[in-house]
């Protein structure tokens, strides 16, 4: 794998292991000028931000005035925070109109998302990404071409077959879910499984949110059974997941 790919994987794994970032857009009221804000988000199955955001929200008001944007994700954990690892996702930002799956995606990340959808004036954006400066560390540092960072898979299969596979997995293998964060040192006798896609999935335990990467990726939902059980064997032998509908 060239530098260029590996600064790829690792800039979408950072994107996906993080929930918090800041959002720049041009601003309205300072004609011309960034403009940053904190914005909670979650990835969608390919690595696109979705973004829950007020109409009455100044960067909701530069959005329409200017669709182009920023948004940036870091290590928070560092005790050095330019030692970290940082990415900059560039791209524009549109409404999601009527997308159930995702909105289902957002608020299993983001349960207390819902408070604000009940308020009337919050809509979800995604921000589709063109292009992606990536800091890994020292002598680490690239521009990445927005069609090389995002998933080159079927949006539609994948996010049809993740809540029927999620809420499978939280049912009937919480067993499965407790060894992972053994895995990782995690004592937690009910975690919960968030969300699942072609590279890993990401569970809430008490410890705050973990995330668990697949010995490779999968190229279809039909494949998560068997990324699962990889994971875990051989205690996993008899894990299953429904296909994608």
């Known amino acids: ?39 909670p988000y979650v990835l969608d199955q390919v690595g696109r931000p979705i973004l829950l955001l ?5 960067h909701t008001h ?13 290590e928070p954990e560092q005790a050095h925070i330019e030692e970290g690892a940082r990415a900059t996702l560039m791209g524009r930002v549109a409404v999601i109109e009527g997308d159930e799956s995702l909105r289902d995606r957002y608020l299993r990340y983001l349960p207390q ?26 002598g680490s540092i690239h521009w990445l071409r927005g069609g ?3 998933l080159p898979l079927s949006e539609a299969d994948f996010s049809a077959a993740e809540k029927g596979a999620v809420a499978h997995m939280n049912a009937d293998h919480r067993d499965a879910l407790v060894h992972y964060c053994r895995m990782r040192g995690i004592d937690d006798a009910e975690p919960v499984l968030l969300g699942i896609d072609a590279e890993g999935f990401d ?12 010995h490779e990726p999968v190229q279809s939902p039909a494949e998560w059974r068997a990324a699962f059980k990889a994971l875990r064997e051989p205690a996993g032998a008899q894990m299953s997941i429904p296909p994608s509908r």
């Open 62 to 74: 530069n959005l329409r005035k200017d669709d182009r944007a920023s948004l940036i994700v870091f």
């Open 203 to 214: 569970m809430q335990t008490r410890q705050g949110r973990l995330r668990m990467a697949f």
């Open 113 to 138: 998302a819902a408070q604000y959808l009940a308020i009337h004036d919050f809509r979800f954006y995604r921000l589709a990404v063109e292009r992606v400066r990536f800091i890994g560390g020292f």
């Open 54 to 58: 007020s109409d009455l929200a100044q």
């Open 148 to 150: 090389d960072y995002l």
């Open 1 to 39: 794998m060239s530098a260029y790919q590996e600064a790829i994987k690792d800039a979408r794994h950072l994107a996906r292991r993080q929930g918090n970032a800041v959002l720049s857009t041009l601003s309205v009221e300072m004609a011309g000028w960034p403009f940053g804000s904190v914005a």
